[in-house]
């Protein structure tokens, strides 16, 4: 174990864990979005757009994601879409986390007691009114700690960008692991800041989840 | 510059035999994934704590990092031990046992699962621990979590593109060397997809027979 390699490369890949978090912070937003925009069509009266956001699950959860971010960043300029590797990331993998976010969201929807939507009609409230202020306070609580899961699994994800040569851990580690030739030194590193990512935000989801119980 | 899938009938071959790659690879690594997570399971549930903490560790560390980060590790670690693999087997290695991780949670609660007193039975009849294991308890553990397992060998197909950075021609490397020759990534990445997708889909049914199958033979 070369601890005094170790120690010149670490700077650089603190740097690089900062554009993992951005990633995975702005793709978990992007996610949360499409998941509530996918489950709403899901969910619709509708037929036709059931059918849109049935697809988009299918097609996004059915398709490795390293292909989409390909199509989207090599394959986009031919369609009028020019995007920077960066943004082709947290577009691409927002994308693909939002049809896994969908199901979740959708899950815990339907999760609730189908007598307390029938009661709220009943006692006049509308469509809308039901979702807002029975439903969905409710299936919130059942659904932070399954999108904790999806967004563990998503930070993990944003090692793909390496792939379309975003630096961020991943791709340093590759990098280093190229030119020092030391890949357990490399792998300890980065694997250590990624942990420490993922159990902060393992944290903050249990305690997201504690507070919705107890109100 | 507009799109033109007139090009792909001249490389079919060359994605078909990618296909061809990425099914062999997902059947390899899924074995591995099957057997060491099996192995993996019952380490962490009955072994002495000595052998137990370093497999804990090992399971810690791949859970907690992206797959990627792995099959970088692997590959180029074994070089660097002096085990010169070629890419593909690393890359059934990495992949196997990143889902060896996952496999080995399911088992573990399938082997919980099984009722204690069977084991006790299974003794009194004079079977050893190791019998008892292997012939009462592992059998319906297995039976057990096949839907989940389903679960995580569809995601492995979806990941093992992932070895293409490695250099495994496989479905997605094939696809890149289509546009390498022709400029052309939009049509080629959406064909991959589409196979991709395929494949997908016969894996989901396949995944729905065994599960009648196994809900069966209750």
Redesign the interface.
């Known amino acids: 174990m070369d601890f005094e390699l170790m120690q010149k490369v670490f700077p650089f890949f603190l740097e690089a864990a900062w554009i993992t978090v951005l990633l995975s912070v702005l793709t978990t937003i992007l996610g949360l979005i499409l998941g509530a925009v996918g489950a709403s069509a899901r969910l619709s009266r509708f037929a036709l757009v059931r059918f849109l956001g049935a697809a988009y699950v299918s097609v996004f959860r059915g398709t490795p994601a390293l292909i989409q971010l390909f199509i989207l960043y090599f394959g986009g300029p031919q369609i009028g879409i020019q995007l920077d590797a960066f943004q082709a990331g947290v577009i691409g993998l927002g994308i693909n986390a939002g049809a896994y976010m969908t199901e979740t969201i959708r899950g815990a929807i339907i999760a609730i007691d189908k007598g307390q939507i029938e009661a709220a009609r009943t006692v006049g409230l509308s469509r809308f009114q039901t979702m807002r202020y029975v439903v969905l306070p409710q299936a919130m609580r059942l659904m932070i700690r399954p999108l904790g899961v999806n967004i563990n699994a998503m930070i993990k994800a944003t090692a793909l960008v390496a792939a379309i040569s975003v630096v961020e851990l991943t791709y340093t580690a590759q990098r280093f692991i190229g030119s020092t030739y030391k890949p357990f030194e490399m792998f300890l590193i980065a694997g250590v800041l990624y942990m420490i990512i993922i159990y902060i935000t393992g944290q903050a989801v249990s305690w997201l989840d504690r507070k919705a119980r107890i109100s | ?3 033109d899938f007139t090009v792909i009938p001249q490389y079919l071959d060359i994605i078909l035999w990618g296909s061809v790659w990425t099914i062999l690879i997902t059947l390899g690594a899924a074995a591995v994934s099957f057997i060491g997570g099996m192995f993996l399971a019952v380490i962490a549930l009955y072994a002495p704590l000595f052998v137990r903490l370093p497999f804990r560790a090992f399971a810690f ?1 791949f859970m ?7 099959l ?2 692997i590959y ?2 074994l070089v ?1 031990v002096g085990i010169d693999v070629p890419a593909i087997m690393a890359g059934i290695i990495g992949l196997g046992l990143h889902f060896a991780v996952y496999n080995s949670e399911l088992f573990q609660t399938g082997i919980l699962a099984v009722d204690k007193g069977q084991i006790e039975a299974a003794r009194t009849l004079g079977l050893s621990r190791m019998q008892a294991l292997r012939k009462v308890v592992v059998p319906q553990a297995i039976r057990d979590v096949i839907p989940p397992i389903g679960n995580n060998m569809i995601a492995l197909l ?5 070895v ?2 490695i250099g495994v021609s496989e479905l ?1 490397l094939s696809a890149q060397r289509a ?1 390498g020759s022709t400029y ?4 080629f ?2 064909l ?2 589409v196979i ?2 395929i494949i ?2 016969f894996m989901e049914a396949a995944q729905r027979r065994v599960e009648r199958r196994v809900q069966a033979s209750r």
């Open positions: 510059m507009g799109l560390l907690g990092t992206p797959l990627l980060l792995q970088f590790l180029f670690g660097q979806k990941d093992s593109a992932l293409s950075v997605t546009i052309r990534p939009f049509e990445y959406v991959v997809a991709y997708y997908n889909i």
